[in-house]
């Protein structure tokens, strides 16, 4: 079956630092490739997604990129701000298929 | 455009009574789930609905637990008895199958924090 394997957290860093969230998957065939993003007490959001292999998905200054050959979509970040404190969750979706395979969630905290 | 819409945003009660959460999905969308997070299990998928029919409630813990989806603007989870271990994060969930019949993100309501005691 599906699998989501990410760094476990929290991760702390300074205002300014950069960031990798590493994430990597088992899946059959071609799967997609999400980023969600949960702030406090709210539900997740939609942060990047790609499709397919060597696509990069990105969205306020995050970046990720699908590698199949080593089943990774890790999430980058070069200077991150108080504001994306926030637990970030990596997760995959099989074509054609409706159901989405979420990761444990990395808890990230900036401090300025 | 309102996103998904759930209510209400907490609820307390205690153990034994019967609590029910309700789910108003965006619009156009033609699959609702419905998601359990707690620290201890983190995020799990109870249920998904595709045109307000059922597909896969393997995720629902147990007879305690039911949803329904009567049209396609309206869904509940339903909760009959409540026990202090259903004390969560209830997401509920939507999405469409677009033009191309590939699905692809999910749409998150807030969530309803439920406390059981």
């Known amino acids: 079956g599906n699998s989501v394997t990410q760094m476990e957290g929290p991760v702390t860093l300074s205002e300014e630092a950069f960031l990798t969230i590493n994430c990597t998957y088992t899946?059959?065939?071609?799967?997609?490739l999400f980023w969600y993003v949960q702030y406090p007490g709210e539900g997740l959001q939609l942060l990047l997604k790609?499709?397919?292999?060597?696509d990069k998905g990105s969205n306020k200054g995050f970046e990720a990129t699908y590698r199949k050959e080593t089943t990774s979509f890790h999430l980058e970040k070069g200077s991150v701000q108080v504001s994306d404190s926030a637990v970030y969750f990596c997760a995959l979706s099989g074509w054609g298929y409706q159901k989405v395979t979420f990761g444990t969630g990395t808890k990230l905290q900036v401090i300025p | 455009d309102a996103g998904v819409i759930q209510s209400p945003r907490h609820e307390v009660t205690e153990m034994g009574q019967e609590v029910t959460l309700r789910c108003k999905p965006i619009?156009?969308?033609?699959?609702l789930f419905w998601y359990r997070q707690t620290m201890m299990r983190g995020l799990e998928l109870l249920i998904y609905?595709?045109?307000?029919?059922?597909?896969?409630d393997s995720g629902m813990p147990e007879d305690r637990f039911s949803a329904k989806m009567p049209n396609a603007s309206f869904s509940t989870l339903k909760i009959q008895p409540s026990e202090p271990r259903d004390s969560a994060v209830y997401f509920c969930?939507?999405?469409?199958?677009?033009?191309?019949?590939?699905?692809?993100?999910?749409?998150f309501g807030p969530g309803t924090r439920l406390t059981v005691t």
């Open positions: 790609a499709t397919k292999a060597d």
């Open positions: 609905f595709n045109n307000n029919v059922p597909i896969d």
């Open positions: 619009s156009g969308h033609d699959y």
């Open positions: 969930a939507s999405s469409s199958a677009g033009t191309s019949g590939v699905r692809y993100e999910q749409y």
């Open positions: 899946a059959t065939g071609y799967p997609s």
